[in-house]
């Protein structure tokens, strides 16, 4: 990538008038256009299976240092085990939720390497924002990649709440107690609604195979977080 293109990036990147789905397109753009095979036209991510795990090991880092930097410097009240239970922010579940609720066109990161369906899970879609951080770590620098992550995520620090994370606590309490952790599953037969905006309905399994929790929502991880909370329910007795 040449330094005209990286410049532009850079900019682009630091540019609070531009969404980010648009800088995401852009950065897509310029990627496979500097892709040896210039014959292949895409909107996706054009990267083999192997470089895209390979940015997403570098970028599931870059968003750890940069999440734990934010929390030390702007949540100075938190203790060490509040600001750990905290880094729950940047899990696969609450990344697959942050970009649901902010209508980031994900998809666009996930190559045809990696596979098409309708539908990802938390684990593909997190790998592919991490992914994404991971090369813009590599093409534009540290401190633009920081801002990035900072203007989305800051605001999702500052109202993470780890009592809320039902998925997290859930799997907690099975690997506390030596347990295999739990398994959802959407039930298909149940989604409805129109296909732009479907409601969600998922199980809980436990190692056994038996059913735990069921939760319906607006997104998967809305619906995954209520199968979550009604199993705690019931392990934990919670009210509600």
Known sequence: MINRQKNFLKNLLLDSNVDFNQKMREFIKIFNADSSDLSFQSEKWNISKEEWQRYEFLGDRVLNLVAA?????????????????MMGVVSNESLMGIIERNGFDIALLIP??????????????????????????EIAGFEVTRTTIFNIL????ERYDPA????????????????????????????????????????V???????????????????????AKK????????PG
């Open 112 to 137: 045809e390497t990696i596979g098409q369906q309708q539908t990802y899970g938390e684990r593909v879609i997190g790998g592919a924002f991490e992914a994404f951080i991971g090369a813009l770590y």
């Open 164 to 203: 809320t994370n039902y998925i997290g606590r859930l799997q907690e309490w099975y690997q506390q107690h030596g347990l295999p952790v739990p398994v959802y599953s959407e039930i298909m037969e149940k989604r409805d609604g129109p296909a732009h905006s479907p409601r969600f309905t998922f199980d």
């Open 69 to 85: 930097d934010y929390l030390y410097h702007h949540v100075p009240s938190k203790r060490e085990g509040e600001m750990t239970k």
């Open 205 to 227: 399994y436990a190692g056994d195979g038996s059913i735990v929790g069921e939760g319906t929502g607006n997104t998967v991880t809305e619906a995954k977080q209520v199968a």
């Open 154 to 157: 800051s605001a999702e620090i």
């Open 231 to 238: 199993a705690l329910g019931t392990l934990l007795k919670l």
